[in-house]
């Protein structure tokens, strides 16, 4: 069985920084992909940020420049730093993976609140 959980969400003022992690646990063989998604109240999930096995990252357009997205391979745990919060970036920030157990599948952490406001 998969878990990831993240963490580091919080309530910051606009301007502010925060980091979230998302620590990968359980047993499997490998992680390709992983992702941070973002959901605000009565809107889609939506794409943030994501970095493959070999270092590669891409953003959603509102966000680049301002968040960044890493990855320690050792502790199998994905970071988003996250700069310059607008009271737009309030949302549940997810964590996705895509990892190999018996096939490749994707998980899902279960989500920390991030709340931009002064």
């Known amino acids: 069985q998969v878990q990831l959980v993240e963490s580091g969400g919080g309530l910051v003022q606009p301007g502010g920084s925060l980091t979230l992690s998302c620590a990968a646990s359980g047993s499997f063989f490998s992680i390709t992909d992983m992702a941070w998604y973002r959901q605000a109240p009565e809107k889609e999930r939506e794409f943030v940020a994501r970095?493959?096995?070999?270092?590669?990252?891409n953003y959603v357009d509102s966000v680049r420049g301002r968040f960044t997205i890493s990855r320690d391979n050792a502790k199998k745990t994905s970071y988003l730093q996250m700069n310059s919060l607008k009271p737009e970036d309030t949302a549940v920030y997810y964590c996705?993976?895509?990892?190999?157990?018996?096939?490749?599948?994707?998980?899902w952490g279960q989500g920390t609140q991030v709340t931009v406001s002064s």
């Open positions: 996705k993976a895509t990892v190999f157990v018996r096939s490749w599948a994707q998980y």
């Open positions: 970095s493959t096995s070999v270092g590669s990252t």
